[in-house]
Antibody, heavy 117, light 107 residues
Framework: QVQLQESGPGLVKPSETLSLTCTVS????????WSWIRQPAGKGLEWIGR???????NYNPSLKSRVTMSVDTSKNQFSLKLSSVTAADTAVYYC???????????WGQGTLVTVSS | DIQMTQSPSSLSASVGDRVTITCRAS??????LNWYQQKPGKAPKLLIY???SLQSGVPSRFSGSGSGTDFTLTISSLQPEDFATYYC?????????FGPGTKVDIK
């Protein structure tokens, strides 16, 4: 059973960079797309972007200028960096696996990141 | 970018009711439409993929239909554990946008 676990600081200061890592267990990270999705409190889901194990990425244009994703296949991990954060970036961040039809079939439990000084 | 809408935004229903939620895409997405269920404080769970394929382990009372721009999620007989928020998502082209969600609560 594939499991995903997000890790990273729960509090980030405005204008700084949010950094999260997702560790994949129970299966190989290879040959899949891996995604980041976020959800502000009480609101809907926002697709941030995805990375393939080759390193190829697709980002949401609304965040593209601030987002960087990377993958470390040796550690079965992938990461998200979001720069120049503001309070509007406060949300629960989910890492997830994209299945064969580009649906999200496995999700992490989510981690709350608060942007505040 | 493809925009997704859902209706209704919320509904109240009773156990045993048949419930239908509609999702519409701003352009044709063929059958690249997925449905998720989310309960408070939990990650979303995949219910239906490719518009009508039931994810393994999901009860058969859930079904999906549609293609092109208009899609439907149906719960044939609502159970207590089905009270949740439901999201559609297009996976036709990036960014893979989600609909705004439909909250199903107890009548």
């Amino acid at each position: 059973q594939v499991q995903l676990q997000e890790s990273g600081p729960g509090l980030v200061k405005p204008s700084e960079t949010l950094s999260l890592t997702c560790t994949v267990s129970g299966g190989s990270i290879s040959s899949y797309y891996w995604s980041w999705i976020r959800q502000p409190a009480g609101k809907g889901l926002e697709w941030i972007g995805r990375i393939y194990t080759s390193g190829s990425t697709n980002y949401n244009p609304s965040l593209k200028s601030r987002v960087t994703m990377s993958v470390d296949t040796s550690k079965n991990q992938f990461s998200l960096k979001l720069s120049s954060v503001t309070a509007a970036d406060t949300a629960v961040y989910y890492c997830a696996r994209e299945g064969g039809g580009s649906m999200i079939d496995y999700w992490g439990q989510g981690t709350l990141v608060t942007v505040s000084s | 970018d493809i925009q997704m809408t859902q209706s209704p935004s919320s509904l109240s229903a009773s156990v045993g009711d048949r419930v239908t939620i509609t999702c519409r895409a701003s352009q044709s997405i063929s059958s690249y439409l997925n449905w998720y269920q989310q309960k408070p404080g939990k990650a979303p769970k995949l219910l239906i993929y490719a518009a009508s394929s039931l994810q393994s382990g999901v009860p058969s009372r859930f079904s999906g239909s549609g293609s092109g721009t208009d899609f439907t999620l149906t719960i044939s007989s609502l159970q207590p554990e089905d009270f949740a928020t439901y999201y559609c998502q297009q996976s036709y082209s990036t960014p893979f946008a989600f609909g705004p969600g439909t909250k199903v609560d107890i009548k």
